[in-house]
């Protein structure tokens, strides 16, 4: 029916308990039609910035001027989120088990429902996620720019960084690609907790695709200035050289040189220290922000772009723009800090 919303409870295995277990589906019917949206979130159950952008966004109140539908999915991966955790009970990842099959592993299952019943009645896609545990990442924007369409959703988004990938084996974004659907994701923040910035760009970054796809007007309020996002060439992790106690020297978004200081990894007596440094010039887009680190472990992700001095001037540009105030208009979300 247009203009109505619906929560429907898509089954899932049952939990050993006997418990019945369902994904929960809200679906907003706009009063013409257009093209349909799915927004998930929480494919890795512990990637949880997701479920408050989705919350937040199906309480505004343009949605009430809704052209075409939004298929929101909060928790994808419902069991990870009651284990807080990134993975299915299986232990596989969601995430590389697309398109899944009817009767494969539990993670196959859940991977062919989403795509039977979500992917498959809609015309494009968001998904939503965060850097894994104790990792955070830039809100930027994942895309294959090689498709036009997804390119102009992606530079709509709003975010400063477009890192232009690859799609995964596996991955949610591969097979919608096989559907034709243009889907972006939205990566920000870290798993198990809620960062403001990255949820109001989130927010914020969803509502530009739907007016860009039509689905909303145009904005009447005289907006602050688009930033025009810089697509990143290529990001890499620089490793911990030893194992010890880190500390950590750059902030994310931080613009870095080669041989920019990172961090120091040190014994626990602070005899034995080691310099890490940055081996060419970029912008820190992902981080961790654990200080115990094992020799390997992915420390500082460091993107690469043409004009890095750029990039780091619209990251700076896109943190004062979501900031959140210290006063709080009446009515509006709380912030959380
Ligand atoms: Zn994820």
């Known amino acids: 029916m247009p203009g109505t919303r619906t929560t429907i409870e898509l089954p899932v295995g049952r939990l050993y308990t006997h418990t019945p277990m369902t994904i929960p589906v809200h679906v907003v019917k706009g009063k013409k039609t257009g093209p349909r ?28 001027r809704l052209t075409g539908t939004i298929i929101a999915v909060p928790i994808v991966n419902v069991h990870g989120l009651i284990n807080q955790s990134r993975y299915l009970p299986d232990r596989r990842d969601l995430n590389r088990s697309f398109p899944g099959t009817e009767k494969g592993s539990l993670a196959a299952r859940l991977a062919n429902l989403f795509m039977q019943e979500i992917v498959s009645q809609s015309t494009h896609g968001i998904d939503i996620h965060t850097g894994a545990i104790h990792r955070d990442n830039l809100p930027q924007v994942r895309a294959n720019l090689d498709d036009e369409q997804t390119e102009k959703l992606a530079r709509a988004f709003d975010v400063p960084v477009i890192i232009s990938s690859n799609l995964r084996d596996g991955s949610l974004r591969e097979s919608a690609a096989e559907y034709g659907i243009p889907m972006l994701l939205y990566e920000a923040g870290e798993a198990l907790r809620f960062d403001e910035v990255s949820i109001r760009a989130g927010v914020k970054g969803i509502i530009n695709v739907m007016r860009t796809l039509e689905m909303l007007p145009p904005t009447r309020r005289k907006s602050k200035k688009h ?11 620089v490793r911990a050289p030893d194992s010890g106690i880190l500390r950590t020297m750059v902030p994310l978004g931080c613009r870095v040189k080669k041989d920019t200081l990172l961090g120091i990894v040190s014994d626990p007596f602070g005899e034995k220290e080691t310099n890490i440094t940055s081996s060419y010039s970029g912008i820190v887009i992902g981080r961790t922000n654990l200080p115990l680190v094992n020799e390997g472990d992915a420390l500082f ?37």
Do not use: T, Y
């Open 37 to 64: 949206l799915f927004i998930s979130a929480a494919i890795h159950g512990d990637e949880i910035n997701g479920v408050e952008i989705i919350r937040r966004l199906l309480n505004l109140p343009v949605l009430k």
């Open 227 to 237: 930033i025009e996002p810089v697509v990143a060439r290529s990001s890499s992790w």
């Open 301 to 337: 992700n460091i993107a690469r772009f043409e004009d890095v001095l750029d990039a780091a001037n619209k990251v700076d540009e896109f943190h004062e723009q979501h900031a959140p105030e210290l006063k709080i208009p009446p009515n509006a979300e709380s912030p959380i800090i």
